[in-house]
């Protein structure tokens, strides 16, 4: 396994255009999250995902924002109508194992530009 | 609701020598989760260090160690020995021992200098 992948790497879209990012977790994590870092930030939190279920999203996800784990296993996040202020990194992340002292483990990101 | 604060944007050291990093937080929970980040240029970020709030001993990864002052609530990193390598963006986050999100500060960009 070769860590938490995301895909694409970049994404250029037009104001208006719906767009959809994909994460694929490390293979035996059953916790999926999803963050966003603007330019000279640190990772805000979007939503988070106990294998199939949705246990927690951000205010920050608005309505145009829609994010899926179908099977419990990798991940979509869907921005419809973006906005220039959607322009940012999108990180998803990964963790497993039981109790609470466990380490999330982080993808490269996709980078998004509205133009 | 928690907050993270890094007060250096930026920070430079000469390689082999030592930087310490500060960050400080703010909660009301007494069972958390300390974490630093490190994050290359356009690279993943990876975990450097955590500490556990209810142990008094501060953690140490090789180079890296942190001073965790509960009380201040301070968790500075430490990084001796700095390596050319060692140049990324660093993070400090919070996570609430109930909870599986983290919260991070704004960063801190560190240059080392040959």
């Known amino acids: 396994d070769t860590g938490v992948s995301q895909d694409p790497r970049h994404k250029i879209t037009k104001r208006g255009q719906n767009v959809t990012f994909r994460c694929d977790p490390i293979s035996e994590h059953n916790r999926l999250y999803w963050y966003r870092q603007t330019l000279g930030q640190g990772p805000e939190f979007l939503t988070y995902?106990?294998?199939?279920?949705?246990?927690?999203k951000s205010r920050l996800l608005s309505d145009r924002f829609s994010a899926e784990r179908p099977k419990g296993s990798f991940s979509t996040l869907e921005i419809q109508r973006t906005e220039q202020g959607d322009s940012a990194m999108y990180l998803c992340?990964?963790?497993?194992?039981?109790?609470?002292?466990?380490?999330?483990?982080f993808g490269q990101g996709t980078r998004l530009t509205v133009v | 609701a928690q907050t993270v604060t890094q007060s250096q944007p930026e920070m430079s050291v000469q390689e082999a020598e030592t930087v310490t990093l500060s960050c400080t937080y703010d909660t009301s929970e007494s069972d958390y989760y300390l974490f630093w980040y490190k994050q290359p240029p356009s690279r993943q970020m990876i975990l450097v260090i955590r500490q556990e709030a209810y142990k008094q001993q501060n953690a140490t990864e090789n180079r890296f160690s942190v001073n965790f002052q509960k009380a201040a609530k301070s968790f500075s990193l430490k990084i001796s020995d700095s390596q050319l390598g060692d140049a990324a963006m660093y993070f400090c986050?919070?996570?609430?021992?109930?909870?599986?999100?983290?919260?991070f500060g704004q960063g801190t960009r560190l240059t080392i200098n040959p």
């Open positions: 992340a990964s963790s497993g194992g039981q109790g609470k002292n466990t380490e999330a483990f």
């Open positions: 995902f106990q294998n199939e279920a949705q246990l927690e």
């Open positions: 986050a919070y996570r609430s021992g109930g909870a599986q999100k983290l919260v």
